[in-house]
């Protein structure tokens, strides 16, 4: 199914490689070998990950199913994480090294679900030993970083892929289909409320822990880049981080958008509206089954010239209120496949690098907003 400019998400079971080619052969001795720690088909594709903590085994769990694939390694460094992962995972070799990895020649790609302050480093050193690399949101902490990992990547022709996980929903791919189809007309504003209680990261204020997800779906929903950027929060905890923040954006359409994160809510809202000039959604991600209504609502601004007297009539336009049916599949199931048609292919993924480093600009121009007590950030341009 094309979602993308040049880009395709497999739903089925995806097609052996176009070439034919054998990708691996893992007799046991090869994998003895290798290092690896499966013998498997020829055509599956191996895989490695770094890191096994909260997210860590989602993805695990995810590429494991997957029919072309192989997990067969995951490096963690904590001896109580390593424990949990060698119990879930038995097939797989379970290493403090990341180095083994790197070394094992039947691993193709890797996943890397560490803390945002180490992506760059293991991206790095993946994409130089001639791996793909899916790296975990935001792709880098700085924009540098960002550009330095895309240099890397195509200087060794490999794919490099961001987890922006809720492109691979089935509600954001629908409201892209939407958009598309121009059903909404012009997008006005986006406006968008991202809260929970709790779950403080120790390393990253609110906006970059919660802001890459409101952000990605926006790139990927406007495909636009914003002209400015501004930001206030204010930090609740003991360290200096931001617990409760506001972006907004501008963008050289006239489009405006508006997100609230908050780790000090009572309630866990994850509710965004999309106005347009012909219809308007509300993406409620908490609802269970109705998680995107599309409202045919908006007004018409007349003006009239009445007695000399210039008068502005407004008529509101109520129509129906539609709840497309969406796609129900869990979103890191449709991204896996998708990663592995792109090694298979060689491919552009939907979430890449570029999309990536797109997200770390906003943040980046975020945190300068906040250091400067919600300061206007100009964007420039960027090829
Ligand atoms: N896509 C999503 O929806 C989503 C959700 C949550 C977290 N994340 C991202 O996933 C990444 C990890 O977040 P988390 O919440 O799982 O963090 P976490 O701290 O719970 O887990 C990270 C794990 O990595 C291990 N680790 C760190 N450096 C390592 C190294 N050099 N070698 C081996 N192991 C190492 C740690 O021991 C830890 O077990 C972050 O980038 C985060 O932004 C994405």
Same mark, same amino acid.
């Given at each position: 199914?094309?979602?993308?400019?040049?880009?395709?998400?497999? /739903?089925?079971?995806?097609?052996?490689?176009?070439?034919?080619?054998?990708?691996?052969?893992?007799?046991?001795?090869?994998?003895?070998?290798?290092?690896?720690?499966?013998? /498997?088909?020829?055509?599956?594709?191996?895989?490695?990950?770094?890191?096994? +903590?909260? $997210?860590?085994?989602?993805? =695990?769990?995810?590429?494991?199913?997957?029919?072309? /694939?192989?997990?067969?390694?995951?490096?963690?460094? @904590?001896?109580?994480?390593?424990?949990?992962?060698?119990?879930?995972?038995?097939?797989?070799?379970?290493?403090?090294?990341? +180095?083994?990895?790197?070394?094992?020649?039947?691993?193709?790609?890797?996943?890397?679900?560490?803390?945002?302050?180490?992506?760059?480093?293991?991206?790095?050193?993946?994409?130089? =030993?001639?791996?793909?690399?899916? %790296?975990?949101?935001?792709?880098?902490?700085? %924009?540098?970083? =960002?550009?330095?990992?895309?240099?890397?990547?195509?200087?060794?022709?490999?794919?490099? *892929?961001?987890?922006?996980?809720?492109?691979?929903?089935?509600?954001?791919?629908?409201?892209?289909?939407?958009? @598309?189809?121009?059903?909404?007309?012009?997008?006005?504003?986006?406006?968008?409320?991202?809260?929970?209680?709790?779950?403080?990261?120790?390393?990253?204020?609110?906006?970059?822990?919660? =802001?890459?997800?409101?952000?990605?779906?926006?790139?990927?929903?406007?495909?636009?880049?914003?002209?400015?950027?501004? *930001?206030? +929060?204010?930090?609740?905890?003991?360290?200096?981080?931001?617990?409760?923040?506001? !972006?907004?954006?501008?963008?050289?359409?006239?489009?405006?958008?508006?997100?609230?994160?908050? $780790?000090?809510?009572?309630?866990?809202?994850?509710?965004? !509206?999309?106005? &347009?000039?012909?219809?308007?959604?509300?993406?409620?991600?908490?609802?269970?089954?109705?998680?995107?209504?599309?409202?045919?609502?908006?007004?018409?601004?007349?003006?009239?010239?009445?007695?000399?007297?210039?008068?502005?009539?407004?008529?509101?336009?109520? &129509?129906?209120?539609?709840?497309?049916? !969406?796609?129900?599949?869990?979103?890191?199931?449709?991204?896996?496949?998708?990663?592995?048609?792109?090694?298979?292919?060689?491919?552009?993924?939907?979430?890449?690098?570029?999309?990536?480093?797109?997200?770390?600009?906003?943040?980046?121009?975020?945190?300068?907003?906040?250091?400067?007590? &919600?300061?206007?950030?100009?964007?420039?341009?960027?090829?």
């Amino acid at each position: 199914m094309a979602i993308f400019p040049g880009v395709s998400l497999v /739903c089925g079971v995806r097609p052996r490689s176009a070439t034919g080619g054998r990708r691996h052969e893992w007799s046991s001795a090869a994998t003895a070998v290798a290092g690896g720690a499966l013998g /498997c088909d020829t055509a599956l594709i191996g895989i490695g990950l770094v890191g096994f +903590g909260y $997210w860590g085994p989602n993805l =695990a769990r995810n590429f494991a199913a997957q029919a072309d /694939c192989a997990l067969l390694a995951i490096c963690e460094k @904590d001896q109580r994480r390593a424990e949990v992962a060698r119990r879930a995972f038995p097939s797989a070799r379970v290493t403090p090294e990341f +180095g083994d990895l790197l070394d094992d020649s039947a691993i193709r790609a890797i996943l890397i679900a560490v803390p945002v302050a180490a992506h760059f480093e293991l991206a790095c050193r993946a994409l130089s =030993a001639g791996k793909d690399v899916l %790296v975990e949101k935001p792709i880098t902490a700085t %924009v540098a970083e =960002a550009q330095e990992l895309i240099r890397i990547a195509e200087e060794n022709g490999r794919i490099l *892929a961001v987890d922006h996980t809720f492109l691979y929903t089935g509600a954001v791919r629908k409201i892209k289909e939407l958009v @598309d189809a121009e059903a909404l007309g012009k997008i006005m504003y986006v406006d968008s409320v991202r809260v929970n209680l709790g779950l403080f990261q120790s390393d990253v204020n609110v906006i970059h822990d919660l =802001a890459p997800h409101d952000l990605s779906i926006m790139d990927y929903l406007v495909g636009e880049v914003p002209q400015s950027v501004q *930001a206030v +929060g204010r930090a609740h905890s003991q360290d200096d981080h931001e617990s409760v923040a506001y !972006l907004h954006l501008q963008f050289p359409s006239g489009l405006i958008a508006h997100f609230h994160f908050n $780790w000090l809510a009572p309630v866990k809202i994850r509710r965004t !509206l999309i106005g &347009g000039t012909r219809k308007m959604i509300v993406y409620d991600d908490m609802e269970p089954s109705e998680k995107v209504k599309v409202y045919d609502k908006g007004v018409v601004i007349k003006h009239s010239d009445i007695d000399s007297i210039y008068r502005t009539i407004v008529d509101y336009r109520t &129509g129906d209120m539609v709840a497309p049916k !969406l796609l129900h599949e869990e979103a890191l199931a449709v991204e896996a496949r998708h990663f592995l048609d792109c090694i298979d292919r060689r491919t552009k993924p939907l979430a890449d690098a570029a999309a990536g480093l797109r997200v770390v600009r906003i943040l980046e121009a975020a945190e300068k907003s906040l250091r400067g007590d &919600g300061r206007r950030i100009m964007m420039g341009s960027h090829d």
